[in-house]
């Protein structure tokens, strides 16, 4: 059975940080290319960052560029979400997801992605 569990959310003023973690059991995750998404109240949910199977290869949405930096751990079988410089606009449910495809590129499609965590609240006030 597929798990995904996010952690690391919280509470943060603008200007700080925080670092995401998220763990992926029940899968082949060093074969899996990891996303973070993120969802604002009364809005879509918006693909932020992506990371291959081997970490070779990343991806940030324009919004987060410069601030947030992804990376992994295949041998915890977690991918991690350092984020800084943080925004009120960053405020949003945070989820990560494993692609159903195995060794494919980086995608910002929530499509792409089959297995999901519940989700970790991030919060930043100005």
């Known amino acids: 059975q597929v798990q995904v569990v996010e952690s690391g959310g919280g509470l943060v003023q603008a200007g700080g940080s925080l670092r995401l973690s998220c763990t992926a059991n029940g899968l082949d995750f060093d074969a899996r290319t990891m996303g973070w998404f993120r969802q604002a109240l009364g809005k879509e949910r918006e693909g932020i960052s992506c990371i291959t199977w081997s970490g070779g290869s990343t991806y940030y949405a324009d919004s987060v560029k410069g601030r947030f930096t992804i990376s992994r751990d295949n041998a915890k079988k977690q991918v991690y979400l350092q984020m800084n410089s943080l925004k009120p606009e960053d405020t949003a449910m945070y989820y990560c997801?494993?692609?159903?495809?195995?060794?494919?590129?980086?995608?910002?499609?929530?499509?792409?992605?089959?297995?999901w965590g519940q989700g970790t609240q991030v919060t930043v006030s100005s």
């Open positions: 997801a494993s692609t159903r495809a195995v060794y494919r590129s980086c995608s910002d499609s929530s499509s792409a992605y089959d297995y």
